[in-house]
């Protein structure tokens, strides 16, 4: 099956510092990554959607300028949280979407990388 | 505002028994719900989804039920097994976007023996 690796699992930083957070897809190639947040019992939220080669796109109330996006390869896409504070602790997970999925007009299914848990102290 | 709720953050269900999670969502403009399970310190797994002009689909033990007039779909498992404790996401597909996907809170499914 599809894998998606995120490097760091956990990171911890202290606050006004940057962290990075890479997304790779290990054996396919991904035109569309997302990258999402999630809060303790609440529901994964979408931040942006970044497609090889060209600007993320943000979700409303997403600060682009806090949180950076690179897709630079078919199979990477990081995010640098910038100058962290305690409030963007939360746990940062990323998704793939196969090109060859993307080609076939497929659902919609992404595959999930084991997401990264950011505490700033 | 949540467009993608599911209400019960628990459920337990003893093994061989049918597992039935709810989910309900609150915008006309999805086009596909999908149903994503996820282990602990794993990223969610694509289970089963369903197009919004069919009101069933089925593979396996999982089936997925849609009910459009009520904004209400629901997973079934049946016979529910020890491996399929995990946490169930509902999620929608956004029509206008072949990509975006809307996360429900997660339901925390228990099979006990």
């Known amino acids: 099956g599809a894998v998606v690796s995120q490097h760091p699992s956990r990171v911890i930083c202290k606050s006004g510092t940057s962290v990075k957070i890479e997304c790779r897809s290990l054996d396919f190639q991904a035109t569309t990554m997302f990258w999402y947040r999630q809060f303790p019992k609440q529901s994964l939220m979408l931040m942006a959607t970044?497609?090889?080669?060209?600007?993320?796109?943000?979700e409303q109330g997403v600060e682009k300028d806090k949180f950076l996006i690179n897709h630079a390869s078919l199979t990477l896409s990081t995010l640098t949280v910038t100058s962290a504070h305690p409030e963007d602790s939360s746990f940062y997970i990323c998704s793939a979407r196969p090109r060859k999925l993307q080609l076939a007009g497929g659902v919609g299914e992404q595959y999930f990388g084991p997401g990264t848990r950011l505490t700033v102290t | 505002d949540q467009q993608v709720k599911q209400n019960s953050p628990s459920l337990s269900v003893q093994e061989g028994r049918i597992s039935i999670l709810n989910c309900d969502y609150t915008?006309?403009?999805?086009?596909?719900f999908l149903w994503y399970k996820k282990y602990p310190a794993e990223g969610p797994t694509f289970l089963i989804s369903i197009s919004s002009i069919k009101d069933k689909n089925e593979d396996g033990r999982f089936t997925v039920f849609l009910n459009k007039s009520a904004k209400h779909l629901s997973l079934h498992i049946v016979p529910s097994q020890p491996g399929d404790s995990a946490v169930y996401f509902c999620a929608a597909r956004v029509y206008s976007s072949a990509s975006k996907i809307i996360f429900g809170s997660g339901t925390r499914l228990s099979i006990r023996p």
């Open positions: 915008n006309s403009m999805f086009d596909y």
């Open positions: 970044s497609n090889e080669g060209s600007k993320a796109t943000y």
